[in-house]
């Protein structure tokens, strides 16, 4: 391979005008060879080419025949974005679509090459028992569950599973999108919430996020921002993670993305558990009723305990401890009778010709509605009550449209809607080997199905007859088509309004920073504090210094009160706003703060040794379980304490516990020193003194988690090794063990001590 120094000037790299190539001071850790700007490169140039310490394949012939061509031969060419075929495009932002709001059009081929070939970019493994892992939402936990309407929503749609009292079995998959099968569950990314109901008119699939908002207002730019936060393809890392270059570098220069980002660097970005997180529906649909009348309507999710996230020092801890951590908590509270629920709601628009509600465009995926302007009605409730019996079968198979509709629920020209209409069918196609996947077992329809749709790969119906079409007499017409009194689904007649064909978004979609801004002034202080920390973070783990500054830009058009603090954390100046600050209301729905919520489910980890008074222990582990919580015995060793009738079994141990996966301790016994306890053996059981030092470490680490605290008498010399002061917020001495328990149980309803973080002055 020809140094690069050998090379002549004409071959050599160089940096676009008004940039300057990287120096050989510069680290090793830079993405590309040059130094980007921070405003958006106008000038064209062509591609760059490798770094210098990349070396690509020979170019051989696939007989293995030196070519005597360079290694640049495989690279791409010219410096004009084009098509597969070489046709220069003009526009990747936009679909094509009758008028700026009008429906997004078949004929666009640009939009159907760039997304059909984002569905097929994970190749088929040779490994005979597995399918191509999804591009996105490839990590999942899922559960079987019933949901059951409350009959209140028949006023604005006839769809029957919603009427009262009817019962509709469901499959449930959450996710995360960035990282791969076998990735963290507790990574800093948006949570897929897809639900399947098997209705009796049809599978109806209500496919969303935990946000309620997404990165970008048009289909055609999703393979765009999943390539910007997918790992930097020349090292394939970060897993799962957004901290890094490619996606700030993406999403400060595409500001539509801003609101997103925000969401995904607040708490929300960092569930607690499955089962204490919202889901939504994101984009506007309309709901047609029993007499044809029509309503623009968001979904939601509101879980019944509560929305609660993991801390970001906590967040760490678990991808190491515990990468599971999501998928085992659904799983054991299943199998331990805590089931989990989600009460749906609707937030519900007249359906006016503009499509706007308040002075929001609802055909703009990036926007939300406040609460407080449209109250969530609920319409049903959730229950998930069991477990899947085997994994690739049913959460890895399952496969979600959000096509699948029924009589009563309707689509919208949201174009980013418009678009997965088409990715998702086109998605399932390539990952489950054919158009058959609907016959699957857990993607199977609980109505009867008449189709005409024949063979095909991994076809597993016995079709008898011989009339796949219509019309026909040799089958006696069937299958015929329902009639109005049939309840047939009828897409509800919209007029489309004379336009001309354009690729352009509507001047209403333009607005990048007022919503975000509502968000941030929506937040407690205390939430305030972890997205500073967050941001600080992120945008400290890329490289480039153009970007760091770009991304401080946009939080400057957010608010300044956001952008200085991490600046200062970047050690950068603050810059000021390029937009009017406008002063919007905040929307306290939007804090997952100030409520108080069921404890049911929580885990408590109760502390103790063989010295201590069991049957005490016995009570409280009882009274937790009649309370619907879960207790967790934690023990010097594994097995059981005691003897005879009077035996504890153990769950943890000093060795195997840690502070995240409780959600308050209650220390009963003197915890002394395990057998184990040295340091050789374990680093965390270094140190001198008479309570085990990985008990003083998961106290320590519980309080500054704000995670409440108990420790009944005897008890309390642990707290005071650890350094906490028995009478700080959130911590419970004295009394018996049943009055402590009752008050860490009252703590547990606001899912933290919140008080223990005073926010900054």
């Not at 915890?671 to 184990?676: E, L, Q, S, Y």
């Amino acid at each position: 391979m020809q140094d690069r120094n050998d090379m002549p000037d004409e071959g050599k790299p160089t940096a676009p005008q008004g940039q300057e190539a990287r120096s050989a001071g510069d680290v090793l850790s830079g993405p590309g060879v040059d130094n980007p700007s921070v405003a958006e490169p106008t000038e064209p140039r062509e591609p760059a080419p490798a770094k210098p310490d990349q070396e690509a394949p020979a170019t051989v012939s696939p007989t293995g025949r030196p070519s005597g061509a360079g290694p640049e031969l495989r690279e791409q060419d010219g410096e004009w974005l084009t098509t597969a075929q070489g046709n220069r495009l003009y526009d990747t932002d936009h679909s094509l679509k009758s008028g700026a709001r009008g429906p997004v059009l078949l004929q666009d081929h640009h939009l159907r090459e760039k997304i059909t070939h984002f569905d097929h970019e994970r190749i088929p493994e040779f490994d005979h028992e597995r399918i191509p892992e999804r591009v996105v939402h490839a990590r999942g936990a899922a559960a079987h569950g019933v949901f059951e309407g409350y009959g209140n929503a028949s006023e604005v749609t006839q769809a029957g599973f919603l009427k009262a009292g009817v019962e509709t079995p469901v499959f449930v998959r959450f996710s995360t999108v960035l990282g791969s099968r076998g990735s963290a569950d507790t990574v800093r990314d948006t949570r897929g919430f897809a639900t399947k109901f098997y209705t009796d008119e049809g599978t109806f699939d209500l496919v969303g996020n935990n946000i309620p908002v997404f990165f970008i207002q048009d289909a055609i730019k999703f393979p765009d921002v999943i390539h910007a936060g997918k790992p930097q393809p020349d090292r394939e890392i970060p897993q799962a993670q957004s901290a890094h270059d490619t996606f700030w570098d993406f999403v400060t220069l595409h500001t539509e993305a801003t609101h997103h980002t925000l969401w995904n660097m607040s708490d929300r970005g960092l569930p607690r558990s499955f089962r204490m997180m919202e889901g939504f529906g994101i984009h506007t649909f309309r709901l047609v009723n029993a007499e044809g009348g029509t309503t623009l309507a968001k979904f939601h999710w509101k879980p019944k305990l509560g929305v609660h996230s993991l801390l970001w020092e906590e967040a760490q801890l678990l991808g190491g401890l515990d990468p599971d951590f999501h998928r085992r908590d659904l799983a054991d509270a299943i199998e331990a009778g805590a089931f989990p629920q989600w009460e749906l709601g609707i937030q519900t628009f007249p359906d006016t010709p503009d499509q706007t509600f308040e002075g929001i465009d609802l055909l703009d995926p990036t926007n939300l509605v406040p609460e407080e302007l449209a109250p969530v009605q609920p319409i049903g409730l959730l229950t998930l009550n069991a477990n899947p019996t085997n994994y690739f079968a049913e959460t890895e198979q399952v496969a979600f449209h959000p096509g699948h509709l029924v009589p009563g629920i309707d689509v919208t020209d949201d174009p980013l809607l418009t678009g997965r209409l088409f990715s998702y069918l086109d998605t399932q196609i390539s990952r489950l080997g054919g158009p058959n996947f609907a016959q699957i077992p857990i993607n199977r329809t609980h109505a009867p199905v008449n189709d005409m749709l024949r063979d095909g790969m991994h076809q597993t119906a016995v079709h008898a007859g011989v009339a796949a079409y219509r019309p026909n007499s040799l089958d006696g017409g069937c299958p015929f088509l329902a009639g109005a009194d049939d309840n047939p689904y009828v897409e509800a007649p919209v007029t489309v309004p004379e336009a001309s064909k354009v690729r352009e978004a509507p001047e209403t979609f333009a607005d990048h920073f007022t919503q975000p801004r509502r968000f941030w002034r929506s937040m407690s202080p205390v939430e305030r504090e972890h997205i500073v920390a967050a941001y600080t973070f992120e945008l400290g783990k890329c490289y480039e210094q153009a970007i760091k500054e770009r991304g401080l830009q946009v939080l400057a058009n957010i608010d300044p009160d956001l952008c200085a603090p991490v600046a200062a954390g970047l050690g950068l100046p603050a810059p000021e706003p390029t937009v009017p600050i406008e002063d919007v209301d905040p929307s306290p729905a939007l804090s997952q703060l100030g409520d108080s919520w069921p404890p049911e489910g929580r885990v408590v980890g109760i502390v103790t040794d063989a010295d201590a008074d069991l049957d005490a222990v016995r009570g409280v582990q009882q009274d937790l379980l009649s309370a619907g919580l879960v207790p967790l015995i934690v023990a010097p060793t594994g097995g059981t304490l005691g003897d005879g009738d009077g035996t504890v079994d153990v769950q943890r141990s000093y060795a195997t516990a840690r502070s995240p996966e409780f959600d308050a301790l209650l220390v009963a016994g003197s915890v002394a020193r395990g057998d184990d306890a040295y340091g050789a053996r374990d680093a965390r059981a270094a140190g001198d003194g008479a309570a085990d030092p990985r008990v003083v470490l998961m106290l320590d680490e519980a309080f500054r988690h704000g995670k409440a605290l108990g420790a009944w008498p005897g008890a309390e010399e642990a707290l005071r090794t650890a350094g906490i002061p028995v009478d700080a917020p959130g911590v419970v001495t004295g009394g018996s063990g049943a009055e402590i328990l009752d008050e860490l149980t009252t703590l547990l309803t606001e899912h933290r001590v919140w008080d223990r973080f005073p926010p900054a002055q």
